[in-house]
């Protein structure tokens, strides 16, 4: 499979939603009801979100996943959390039609370039118990733990703060 990684168009704001809602959708099967219903909420705030960066993997007009870039001092989860120092890579969505093929990591590949390139010390990210596959290809990519990031929504699993140091 050859795909592109690259920016979003304002044209496919809403075919990213619509991925990222439809992949996000899984843990309902997952997850408690109560921890499933603040998770959606949280995803339906953030995909919606004007100050982050969308960038999509994409084969000729299809779009195969797609990941938003926060940028530094925004918060990020909202009243959840504090505005982070560093820039927040958020809402990694692949399709299962689509996984095992390299996207997910060519698009954090591509959050960590953009971080680089802005002088960023770190790049952040936050996931859950329930994000098994995700937390593991973070962690196969060098993030760590960063606890002192972590937070608990009230009703929602506990919410995992990870950090990639990049100086």
Not at 47 to 59: C, L, T
Not at 60 to 83: K, N, Q, R, W
Not at 118 to 125: N, S, Y
Request: hydrophobic share 45%; with cysteine.
């Amino acid at each position: 499979m050859t795909f592109v990684i690259r920016d979003a168009r304002a044209d496919e704001r809403e075919d990213v939603r619509d991925l990222t809602l439809d992949v996000y959708s899984a843990y309902a099967n997952i997850m408690t009801a109560e921890a499933w219903a603040g998770l959606d909420a949280a995803v339906r705030r953030a995909v919606d979100a004007e100050n982050a960066q969308r960038i999509v993997a994409s084969e000729g007009d299809v779009i195969l996943g797609s990941v938003m870039l926060f940028p530094p001092d925004t918060a990020a989860y909202g009243e959840s959390t504090h505005a982070l120092p560093n820039p927040e890579l958020r809402l990694l969505a692949v399709p299962e039609s689509a996984r095992g093929k390299g996207i997910g990591r060519a698009l954090v590949e591509e959050c960590i370039r953009r971080a680089r390139r802005d002088g960023a010390a770190a790049l952040g990210l936050h996931s859950s118990k329930s994000m098994e596959a995700a937390r593991e290809l973070y962690l196969r990519m060098g993030f760590e733990r960063a606890p002192e990031h972590d937070f608990f929504p009230p009703g929602a699993e506990h919410v995992e703060g990870y950090r990639l140091r990049l100086r």
